[in-house]
């Protein structure tokens, strides 16, 4: 089966410490983005990358992390920078010049 | 910089009412639409997507027209059904950046029994 997997689902950390969310696609893929969803707002862009070892920071960049090592795989560092990381985080991916993203289950991080 | 509205923030109707969704942008500029489906704690399911230079796409049950002179677009939902119970989402790609879709905030739709 094709698509976008994320993992884990629930993820609950310590105030202070750096999370990695993890986001794998097998559509092959070139674009891969990063968004955080808050209750009741729409998603916003955290980072994207439309090549690999390629990333361009979104409209929310500061205290998260990414990196492009291979076409499959992006993941996001939460750092403990990030003021506010208790979210639901979306992983999507679109093929090169294509308009539709196809988006993963979304994981859940909880920081108390 | 591109602003996305949708309105109520959240409806409930009867089963079986024909609905419409609502979504408004402040820059026509744009390169596509596309509205969403998300269930409660999961991503987003593409329903439909509207081209510039397109009016309006159909998928079964589902219309979602685009005037992109108003700033407009509705997604019509025929004959509504508790299992289209979810929140939808509509988003805007504009021509600045291929790469960055604008979303709004949904709206939540309860369809009762």
């Known amino acids: 089966d094709g698509g976008i997997t994320q993992s884990p689902k629930y993820l609950f950390r310590k105030e202070g410490q750096n999370v990695t969310l993890s986001c794998e696609q097998n559509l092959n893929h070139d674009a891969m983005y990063w968004y955080r969803q808050d209750p009741g707002q729409g998603l916003r862009l955290i980072y994207y990358s439309q090549i690999v070892n390629d990333f361009q920071k979104g409209d929310i960049a500061e205290g998260y992390s990414v990196s492009r090592e291979k076409k499959e795989s992006f993941p996001l560092t939460v750092t403990s920078a990030q003021k506010n990381p208790t979210a639901f985080y979306l992983c999507a991916s679109s093929p090169e010049g294509g308009p539709r993203q196809y988006f993963g289950p979304g994981t859940r991080l909880t920081v108390t | ?113």
């Open chain 2, 1 to 113: 910089k591109q602003e996305v509205t949708q309105i109520p923030a959240a409806l409930s109707v009867p089963e079986g009412e024909n609905l419409v969704l609502n979504c408004s942008f402040t820059d026509s500029a744009i390169y596509n639409l596309q509205w969403f489906r998300q269930d409660p704690g999961k991503g987003l399911t593409s329903l439909l997507l509207i081209q510039s230079s397109q009016r309006e796409q159909t998928s079964g049950r589902l219309n979602a027209s685009l005037d992109k002179s108003s700033g407009r677009s509705t997604l019509y939902i025929a004959a509504s059904q508790p299992g289209d119970s979810a929140t939808y989402l509509c988003a805007v790609e504009g021509y600045s950046s291929a790469s960055k879709i604008i979303f709004g905030s949904g709206t939540r739709l309860s369809i009762r029994p």
